[in-house]
């Protein structure tokens, strides 16, 4: 009952208040009438918004491409408005193609992504496809897909689907000229590798970027054999999936701390769910150089396939992720007698920089835009003399090198493969010194801890960093020059300049208490105390080329041995390609360790069958020596050249 009297109440306060509205209305609009255009009964958004493009200077167009099993690829073509008889740009990706060209502009150089700005200006068809089984593509997504045969028994692989697709470009883009031209970096460079082990009669011009091409050797997942742990997140990223997954959770903000924690690799990987995704189960039973991973090196199968396709091979000194690839791929064809269509490209750049701004590298600053300014005024216009019959002004050099002291490209008429250049060693000396003469004998030792592994950057490092990751090949090296487990030969200051072209070797000679272990091996500008033009760069330890070796493979990549305790053994490996010069007041140094840790995997440095999955009690310390003396005399190999033959 009260409740009924209360609700009464309310209904005559709310009519009171309606009529007080309304009475206050100005006149002409007192109306409470509801008219039927008032009325929405469904939902404010359409079944489908079709956006006006009247002013837009392109079109774009979604398809679904057959392949030659039925598969189809989802495809994005940009078309400048008005085209006729252009050529085509192909990019095969696993990164979402639909990505690439989001932007809501009515400009083509705006709505593509930063990689393919110059190259929408109106003259390029722009081309971006979903590799299968990725975002709209159809199919089963295989990690890097190895080439029909041993590891792929079906009759498609990614040169396949890169014929295909152009195929049906050819045959169904009328804007065309019928001409394409491929391009991408890293996952996206690798696609391009691919087609050309059989590349269709149309692809003209191929230009691969830090492509992947043998990631145990030392591109994304292993260098010589160590894994790049941190890489992990990959995995995840990519294969949990049809689109984008995410990276794995941390517990700490320090990933030095979360893979400390986590103890080996595999033990990481257990804990958050590998075992479900088939490419880690394949990835971890395979820890040496077998056939699962020879098989799958495009090195050597693109000298088994070679093609007439003119192809620039590119990527940075200081690709952190990619440093092998392009300049082993290009070696390999030069060798075989491929050279003549074949060009090497080594900027100074973090890995697929070239698709971004180029002003610096970390505290590296170079005069001008690197990036924009190859890719203006080289890159494209050697694309557009193969696909629209335009002259170069001069012909592209067989390789062009920037030289980051100098700050200029460098343009070689012949350049050297590693195996036919002429090495001076600069040996490991008493007293921590480093000399081109004969060592004065001796040794110098140093405790390694598994418990207490070098960082690879300074502390913290977190996992989500994409400004420190891109530059962790340039970090100054003060920062682990004082520790006890790390040695440091150095020069005295130099009095003129030693020009360093090609492939530096480090060639250690080396005693360890353990069964097992890894070799770091940096070559070091080190910059004057004080830098007047650049006061922050005072005394700077500037990496100029560094890697890792796993002890286990001196012999063999694929039959891996302990190592016999407190014996000297020869640890010889290449390090990362150059183009340098040690300037007079400046000093060359060497530094030594272990570990370069969380960025690849601890050895236990006690030898165990599979180290992915070494158990706790596996680590333990060793002391390791470096000999450089009668037992053995250290150095690193370095291809110094008298003047560069520019």
């Given at each position: 009952?009260?409740?009924?009297?209360?609700?009464?109440?309310?209904?005559?306060?709310?009519?009171?208040?309606?009529?007080?509205?309304?009475?206050?209305?100005?006149?002409?609009?007192?109306?409470?009438k509801v008219t039927p255009d008032m009325i929405q009964t469904?939902?404010?958004?359409?079944?489908?918004?079709?956006?006006?493009?009247?002013?837009?200077?392109?079109?774009?167009?979604?398809?679904?491409?057959?392949?030659?099993?039925?598969?189809?690829?989802?495809?994005?073509?940009?078309?400048?408005?008005?085209?006729?008889?252009?050529?085509?740009?192909?990019?095969?990706?696993?990164?979402?193609?639909?990505?690439?060209?989001?932007?809501?502009?009515?400009?083509?150089?705006?709505?593509?992504?930063?990689?393919?700005?110059?190259?929408?200006?109106?003259?390029?068809?722009?081309?971006?496809?979903?590799?299968?089984?990725?975002?709209?593509?159809?199919?089963?997504?295989?990690?890097?897909?190895?080439?029909?045969?041993?590891?792929?028994?079906?009759?498609?692989?990614?040169?396949?689907?890169?014929?295909?697709?152009?195929?049906?470009?050819?045959?169904?883009?009328?804007?065309?000229?019928?001409?394409?031209?491929?391009?991408?970096?890293?996952?996206?460079?690798?696609?391009?590798?691919?087609?050309?082990?059989?590349?269709?009669?149309?692809?003209?011009?191929?230009?691969?970027?830090?492509?992947?091409?043998?990631?145990?050797?030392?591109?994304?997942?292993?260098?010589?054999?160590?894994?790049?742990?941190?890489?992990?997140?990959?995995?995840?990223?990519?294969?949990?999936?049809?689109?984008?997954?995410?990276?794995?959770?941390?517990?700490?903000?320090?990933?030095?701390?979360?893979?400390?924690?986590?103890?080996?690799?595999?033990?990481?990987?257990?804990?958050?769910?590998?075992?479900?995704?088939?490419?880690?189960?394949?990835?971890?039973?395979?820890?040496?150089?077998?056939?699962?991973?020879?098989?799958?090196?495009?090195?050597?199968?693109?000298?088994?396939?070679?093609?007439?396709?003119?192809?620039?091979?590119?990527?940075?000194?200081?690709?952190?992720?990619?440093?092998?690839?392009?300049?082993?791929?290009?070696?390999?064809?030069?060798?075989?007698?491929?050279?003549?269509?074949?060009?090497?490209?080594?900027?100074?750049?973090?890995?697929?920089?070239?698709?971004?701004?180029?002003?610096?590298?970390?505290?590296?600053?170079?005069?001008?835009?690197t990036t924009a300014q190859f890719r203006q005024q080289v890159?494209?216009?050697?694309?557009?003399?193969?696909?629209?019959?335009?002259?170069?002004?001069?012909?592209?050099?067989?390789?062009?090198?920037?030289?980051?002291?100098?700050?200029?490209?460098?343009?070689?008429?012949?350049?050297?493969?590693?195996?036919?250049?002429?090495?001076?060693?600069?040996?490991?000396?008493?007293?921590?010194?480093?000399?081109?003469?004969?060592?004065?004998?001796?040794?110098?030792?140093?405790?390694?801890?598994?418990?207490?592994?070098?960082?690879?950057?300074?502390?913290?490092?977190?996992?989500?960093?994409?400004?420190?990751?891109?530059?962790?090949?340039?970090?100054?090296?003060?920062?682990?020059?004082?520790?006890?487990?790390?040695?440091?030969?150095?020069?005295?200051?130099?009095?003129?300049?030693?020009?360093?072209?090609?492939?530096?070797?480090?060639?250690?000679?080396?005693?360890?208490?353990?069964?097992?272990?890894?070799?770091?091996?940096?070559?070091?500008?080190?910059?004057?105390?004080?830098?007047?033009?650049?006061?922050?760069?005072?005394?700077?330890?500037?990496?100029v080329s560094m890697d890792i070796f796993r002890g286990r493979?001196?012999?063999?990549?694929?039959?891996?041995?302990?190592?016999?305790?407190?014996?000297?053994?020869?640890?010889?490996?290449?390090?990362?390609?150059?183009?340098?010069?040690?300037?007079?007041?400046?000093?060359?140094?060497?530094?030594?360790?272990?570990?370069?840790?969380?960025?690849?995997?601890?050895?236990?440095?006690?030898?165990?069958?599979?180290?992915?999955?070494?158990?706790?009690?596996?680590?333990?310390?060793?002391?390791?020596?470096?000999?450089?003396?009668?037992?053995?005399?250290?150095?690193?190999?370095?291809?110094?050249?008298?003047?560069?033959?520019?």
């Amino acid at each position: 009952m009260k409740k009924a009297v209360l609700a009464s109440a309310i209904v005559s306060l709310v009519c009171l208040a309606s009529a007080t509205a309304f009475a206050a209305l100005p006149p002409g609009q007192e109306s409470s009438k509801v008219t039927p255009d008032m009325i929405q009964t469904g939902s404010d958004i359409p079944a489908k918004w079709v956006q006006p493009q009247g002013n837009f200077d392109y079109v774009k167009r979604e398809v679904m491409i057959p392949m030659r099993d039925g598969v189809k690829l989802h495809t994005v073509i940009m078309i400048p408005k008005g085209a006729h008889d252009l050529p085509m740009l192909l990019e095969r990706t696993p990164y979402d193609a639909s990505g690439m060209a989001s932007g809501n502009s009515p400009h083509m150089a705006d709505a593509v992504w930063s990689g393919d700005k110059d190259w929408a200006d109106g003259s390029y068809i722009l081309v971006w496809q979903d590799i299968r089984g990725k975002y709209g593509s159809e199919g089963k997504y295989v990690m890097t897909r190895p080439p029909i045969g041993p590891l792929n028994p079906t009759r498609t692989d990614d040169t396949t689907d890169a014929w295909d697709t152009i195929d049906w470009l050819v045959k169904n883009i009328k804007e065309s000229n019928g001409k394409v031209g491929m391009i991408g970096s890293s996952y996206d460079g690798w696609t391009v590798a691919m087609a050309l082990l059989h590349p269709h009669p149309a692809l003209k011009v191929a230009a691969p970027e830090s492509p992947m091409v043998d990631g145990w050797m030392g591109d994304d997942w292993y260098h010589y054999g160590a894994l790049r742990q941190v890489n992990l997140d990959y995995f995840t990223g990519q294969m949990t999936k049809q689109g984008s997954g995410e990276s794995v959770p941390r517990d700490n903000y320090d990933d030095y701390t979360n893979f400390l924690e986590a103890g080996s690799p595999g033990a990481w990987a257990d804990a958050h769910g590998f075992k479900q995704l088939p490419w880690w189960n394949r990835f971890a039973a395979h820890p040496s150089y077998d056939a699962f991973w020879q098989l799958q090196a495009l090195d050597k199968l693109l000298v088994e396939h070679p093609s007439n396709v003119p192809t620039m091979w590119l990527q940075g000194l200081w690709d952190q992720e990619d440093i092998y690839g392009a300049v082993h791929a290009w070696e390999a064809l030069e060798k075989a007698g491929h050279g003549a269509n074949n060009h090497l490209v080594m900027g100074p750049w973090w890995h697929s920089q070239i698709n971004r701004a180029g002003w610096n590298l970390g505290p590296l600053k170079w005069p001008g835009d690197t990036t924009a300014q190859f890719r203006q005024q080289v890159i494209i216009p050697w694309f557009n003399h193969y696909l629209r019959g335009t002259p170069m002004a001069k012909p592209l050099p067989q390789a062009m090198i920037y030289n980051a002291v100098e700050q200029h490209w460098d343009s070689f008429s012949h350049w050297k493969p590693a195996s036919e250049q002429k090495l001076t060693p600069i040996y490991l000396q008493g007293d921590f010194g480093l000399g081109f003469g004969q060592p004065s004998g001796g040794s110098d030792s140093y405790v390694s801890d598994p418990a207490k592994p070098v960082p690879y950057l300074q502390r913290p490092i977190p996992a989500q960093n994409e400004d420190r990751w891109r530059t962790w090949l340039v970090q100054d090296q003060r920062f682990v020059v004082d520790r006890p487990d790390v040695l440091s030969y150095t020069t005295p200051v130099l009095t003129k300049t030693v020009t360093v072209q090609g492939a530096p070797i480090a060639d250690l000679y080396a005693r360890t208490t353990g069964t097992d272990g890894d070799f770091v091996v940096k070559l070091i500008d080190v910059y004057p105390g004080s830098v007047p033009t650049d006061p922050t760069m005072g005394g700077y330890e500037l990496p100029v080329s560094m890697d890792i070796f796993r002890g286990r493979y001196r012999k063999s990549f694929s039959d891996p041995s302990p190592i016999p305790a407190n014996e000297v053994q020869q640890y010889r490996f290449r390090l990362p390609t150059i183009n340098y010069e040690f300037k007079p007041g400046h000093r060359i140094m060497v530094q030594i360790q272990s570990t370069l840790f969380p960025l690849y995997d601890r050895n236990p440095q006690t030898y165990v069958p599979n180290i992915l999955f070494a158990k706790p009690a596996d680590y333990k310390k060793a002391t390791v020596t470096i000999e450089h003396g009668a037992d053995g005399k250290s150095a690193v190999l370095l291809p110094v050249v008298a003047t560069s033959p520019r």
